[in-house]
Structures are given as C-alpha cells and as structure tokens.
C-alpha cells in the first residue's frame, strides 16, 4: 500500500507544506504537484521531496487555453474563461498541456492505497470531479480536500449541490472544504 498526497493546483507548493506539517504525515508519503502555471512552478526546480507536473489537472490529455491574472499572476489562474474573479486576462492566454487525471489515477494507483487529494483548480474541480465520479476514479481517494469556485464561476447551485451530493454518498471518502481543516483535525489528535 502506497500512501500519497495529490496537489492538484500546487502553486508556489504552500499546501504540501502545511501538509508536512501535519500529524498524520510521514516521511512514506509519496508527494506530487501539478501546476500549469510557469510564474509559479518555478519553485519546484529544485524541491526533491516532490514528483512535479506542470500539466493542468483535466478530463483528457490534450492542450487547452489557460488564462493568468492580469493583476496576481501568481494566483487566480485558471483553465476556464467564465471565471468571474482573479482579472484572468482572456486576450493572452497561454497553451498548457493537461492531464486526464482519472486516467493518471487509475494508470498509476490501486484503491488499496491511501490518498489524499488537494484540490484548488479554479474553477475545473467540477468537469474533474464529475468526471472521477462517473469513472469510479473517485473510489480511489480516502481524503478530499476541495477549494470549489461555484462563487467565481457561472455554475449553477444545482449542478453544485448535485456534486457535494454525490461525493457525499461516496462510501469511505471523507470530504474536507480545506486543506487546513485537516491539518486542524490532525493536530488534535
């Protein structure tokens, strides 16, 4: 059995450290990123604790338009143009390669193995999770902690509700707004 932490959405890596930090984490811990912005993955050239990916988590593996922030180019970013925040600049997007992420865990995982899932895509978190759920690649996640953007983006409350919903009466998976929400738990332990 593996134990791993997925970073979907890394950043400048600030949630793998608070999750090092953390109670329940262990040196066993198998670490990967994804990060598709250049402006911020540069902080994983030299990081050796980490099995980085500059592509963006997605439902295929293709290259898709990516918007960064006019004004924060180092948060905000996202994949998806009916983003309503983050001043994502529509006119200069840049081409990322993506990543089928249902795919890359079903190619690389087996459900007896104990992962945490981070998520913070900006938006995207609904095609990949109900991507994941229609697939059963969402089986193989014990932890889920999920940045959703229904505020910052055009999605309906029903499409929304439906999806905590289904998550929700997945056996075994425990759903968390946050990544500290859990390192709140794991320290009261």
């Not at 865990?105 to 978190?125: H, S, T």
């Not at 910052?152 to 929400?181: P, T």
Request: proline letters at 2%.
């Amino acid at each position: 059995m593996k134990k791993v932490f997925l970073d979907c959405g890394g950043n400048y890596g600030q949630s793998i450290d608070r999750f090092k930090r953390a109670s329940l984490y262990s040196p066993d811990f198998i670490i990967y990123s994804f990060e598709p912005n250049p402006i911020t993955n540069v902080a994983y050239k030299n990081r050796q604790d980490i099995i980085f990916s500059d592509k963006a988590v997605w439902i295929n593996d293709s290259t898709i338009n990516f918007y960064i922030s006019k004004r924060h180019k180092y948060v905000g970013s996202s994949l998806m143009a009916e983003k309503t925040s983050g001043h994502i600049d529509l006119e200069h997007p840049i081409v990322v390669q993506t990543l089928d992420f249902s795919k890359w865990l079903i190619d690389n995982f087996d459900k007896k193995d104990y992962i945490l899932l981070k998520m913070d895509i900006e938006g995207a978190e609904y095609d990949v999770l109900e991507k994941m759920i229609k697939d059963g690649s969402i089986n193989y996640i014990n932890k889920m902690f999920i940045e959703f953007h229904s505020d910052k983006m055009v999605i309906e409350k029903d499409r929304h509700a439906k999806l905590i919903n289904a998550i929700s009466q997945i056996e075994g998976l425990e759903l968390l707004s946050q990544l500290s929400d859990y390192i709140m738990e794991s320290k009261k332990r």
